[in-house]
């Protein structure tokens, strides 16, 4: 079996990487760091992974300490949904199951703050690209 270092070191070893440099910015260079969890093979793909990080914050400002309780089923928990792909509609909808997501929030109302505030680029990025 393949190990991720096997991974990373054919993605990344001698190759152009990707990634976000300490102030913030997206850069790409030839590297030998190639275990650098950092290295993307895209700027696309950097792209997507800052969209995912804004999705996690927008979860842990609104959430706070909340975590997801799968075994209680009256503890009500909401993801975002794209819900029509010719559109670009994303909506809040509650969940039952992981299969919906893997950012939740515990309330339909924060869940459409954070739709609004990420906005269909970035959402569109996160979902479809």
């Known amino acids: 079996m393949i190990t991720f270092e096997e991974v990373m070191k054919s993605l990344f070893y001698n190759n152009l990487a990707w990634y ?5 910015k997206v850069k ?12 993307c093979t895209s700027q696309a793909q950097v792209e997507k992974w800052l969209c995912i990080n804004d999705l996690m914050n927008l979860a842990k400002h609104f959430n ?8 209680n089923s009256s503890d009500k928990k909401f993801a975002i ?3 029509n792909v010719q559109e670009l509609k994303f909506e809040a909808v509650e969940v039952s ?8 929030f ?9 739709i609004e505030i990420l906005g269909v680029r970035k959402l569109n990025l996160i ?3």
């Open 20 to 24: 976000v440099d300490m102030f913030g």
């Open 64 to 71: 706070h300490d909340w975590v997801p309780d799968w075994t």
């Open 106 to 114: 515990k309330s339909a109302e924060s869940t459409l703050q954070a």
């Open 97 to 104: 199951e992981t299969i919906f997501g893997f950012v939740f």
């Open 28 to 39: 790409s260079n030839k590297t030998t760091l190639f275990a650098d969890r950092n290295n």
């Open 127 to 129: 979902f479809l690209k």
């Open 81 to 83: 949904v794209l819900t």
